[in-house]
């Protein structure tokens, strides 16, 4: 399989968003990928609170105040990315749009080999629909997202990969969206985590998928875990730590019609509260 030919990186505008950033032009350097820089402006709520940038300047409208913030962000970010690219000696594109938020991040990367984006800090959120970014991108876009922790250092991922096993749908989409990391990974291990919960474990039969990676040149194994009282996400993530995994790849599961916004428990979990990227595909 080639790698990826164009990489969608979103960005807020916040310091971590830089983070991410960074981490994407470093991978489209490694695959000779064009990367896509994203801002999105909210129809009605801002980026940040306007307070943040207008601090001291009386006399501003609100509707002034917002736009001239929203301004000041969407210059920090290209400033950022044009510079980005410079460094790595990438070419790019950058691109603003107007909308809601979460579907225009979405609509957008349904054009690119792979989405990145930050993931959300439930505790400190941002406005709008930019709080369901990574959902809305993994369940609505068609293709597989790389969600990056909100905290820690993000140097070099997938030498020693897990892949959350199952045998469903989802988690063989997952396989296949990651094969540009799995062929270049030291280490790769399909975990299964037992018992079965049938609520999102679609696959009746988990037959072991290392032949298929071996036959890819992969250098895989399998493994099994016990399902604990964190759940199956729990499982995967302290298997993940244990093995020294440096990306996890999962299956993103929903229980709902509205599934930008009803999660399955590991897809939730993953979003929310993953210290290690994982790459995660619906």
Same mark, same amino acid.
């Given at each position: 399989? /080639?790698?990826?030919? +164009?990489?969608? @990186?979103?960005? +807020? #505008?916040?310091?971590?968003?830089?983070?991410?950033? &960074?981490?994407?032009?470093?991978?489209?350097?490694?695959? !000779? *990928?064009?990367?896509?820089?994203?801002?999105?402006?909210?129809?009605?709520?801002?980026?940040?609170?306007?307070?943040?940038?207008?601090?001291?300047?009386?006399?501003?409208?609100?509707?002034?105040?917002?736009?001239?913030?929203?301004?000041?962000?969407?210059?920090?970010?290209?400033?950022?990315?044009?510079?980005?690219?410079?460094? !790595? #000696?990438?070419?790019?594109? $950058?691109?603003?749009?107007?909308?809601?938020?979460?579907?225009? @991040? &979405?609509?957008?990367?349904?054009?690119?080999?792979?989405?990145?984006?930050?993931?959300?800090?439930?505790?400190?959120?941002?406005?709008?629909?930019?709080?369901?970014?990574?959902?809305?991108?993994?369940?609505?876009?068609?293709?597989?997202?790389? @969600?990056?922790?909100?905290?820690?250092?993000?140097?070099?991922?997938? /030498?020693?990969?897990?892949?959350? $096993? !199952?045998?469903?749908?989802?988690?063989?989409?997952?396989?296949? %969206?990651?094969?540009?990391?799995?062929?270049?990974?030291?280490?790769?291990?399909?975990?299964?985590?037992?018992?079965? !919960?049938?609520?999102? +474990?679609?696959?009746?039969?988990?037959?072991?998928?290392?032949? =298929?990676?071996?036959?890819?040149?992969?250098?895989? /194994?399998?493994?099994?875990?016990?399902?604990?009282?964190?759940? /199956?996400?729990?499982?995967?993530? +302290?298997?993940?730590?244990?093995?020294? *995994?440096?990306?996890?790849?999962?299956?993103?599961?929903? =229980?709902?019609?509205?599934?930008?916004? @009803?999660?399955?428990?590991?897809?939730?979990?993953?979003?929310? %509260?993953?210290?290690?990227?994982?790459?995660?595909?619906?």
């Amino acid at each position: 399989m /080639t790698g990826w030919r +164009d990489i969608l @990186v979103y960005l +807020d #505008g916040s310091p971590r968003s830089f983070v991410t950033l &960074a981490f994407a032009a470093r991978l489209a350097r490694q695959s !000779n *990928a064009c990367l896509i820089g994203l801002h999105v402006i909210g129809f009605t709520l801002p980026t940040y609170d306007p307070s943040t940038y207008m601090a001291g300047r009386p006399g501003a409208s609100l509707a002034g105040e917002i736009a001239e913030s929203e301004e000041i962000v969407i210059e920090q970010c290209e400033q950022r990315f044009r510079a980005e690219l410079h460094e !790595n #000696g990438i070419e790019g594109e $950058w691109h603003v749009h107007e909308g809601m938020v979460a579907a225009c @991040v &979405a609509r957008e990367a349904r054009y690119v080999d792979l989405a990145i984006v930050t993931q959300v800090d439930p505790e400190s959120p941002p406005l709008g629909t930019r709080r369901f970014v990574p959902q809305e991108t993994l369940f609505s876009s068609g293709r597989p997202v790389l @969600v990056l922790p909100r905290t820690g250092s993000i140097e070099k991922i997938g /030498t020693r990969i897990v892949i959350g $096993w !199952n045998g469903a749908r989802e988690a063989a989409r997952a396989a296949n %969206d990651a094969m540009p990391f799995l062929e270049k990974a030291e280490q790769v291990t399909a975990v299964t985590v037992e018992p079965l !919960n049938t609520y999102e +474990d679609e696959g009746a039969l988990i037959e072991d998928i290392t032949p =298929h990676l071996i036959r890819h040149g992969i250098k895989a /194994t399998s493994a099994k875990c016990t399902r604990g009282e964190s759940g /199956t996400s729990g499982a995967l993530f +302290d298997y993940a730590i244990k093995d020294k *995994a440096d990306l996890l790849v999962l299956g993103g599961y929903g =229980h709902s019609r509205l599934r930008s916004l @009803v999660l399955g428990g590991v897809s939730r979990s993953v979003l929310h %509260d993953t210290k290690i990227p994982v790459l995660i595909s619906h």
